[in-house]
């Protein structure tokens, strides 16, 4: 496997839950800041979560605090990204993507190496 692959995207009405769950293989390992990203139609790509897979930092776009948690199964190499209260806006493509940082710098402003495909999420009103 040469990149992330994200799932556990679908369709749901406003006020529902998703779990994205991203299967990071060697990249938990050797990579230690996985990042969850969304790009909607005709928007620019926005970071919305992201761990460090070493230690417990977390980062969360303010569009998502208090709706989004970010999570990581070292044991299974895969990160998650549990959204809750969901609302139309958060339609959008998610990716997951993996990078190298020092603790303090895994948020979004990192820079990311490997992306996975993607898995779309639309929230119906």
């Known amino acids: 496997q040469v990149q992330p692959v994200e799932s556990g995207g679908g369709s749901v009405q406003a006020g529902g839950s998703l779990r994205l769950s991203c299967d990071a293989s060697t990249y938990i390992y050797s990579w230690n800041c996985m990042g969850w990203f969304r790009q909607a139609p005709g928007k620019e790509r926005e970071g919305v979560a992201a761990i460090y897979t070493r230690g417990s930092t977390t980062y969360y776009a303010d569009s998502v605090k208090g709706r989004f948690t970010i999570s990581r199964d070292n044991a299974k190499a895969t990160v998650y990204l549990q959204m809750n209260s969901l609302k139309p806006e958060d339609t959008a493509m998610y990716y997951c993507?993996?990078?190298?940082?020092?603790?303090?710098?895994?948020?979004?402003?990192?820079?990311?190496?490997?992306w996975g495909q993607g898995t779309q999420v639309t929230v119906s009103s």
């Open positions: 993507a993996a990078a190298v940082t020092h603790y303090s710098d895994c948020n979004p402003e990192a820079r990311f190496g490997a």
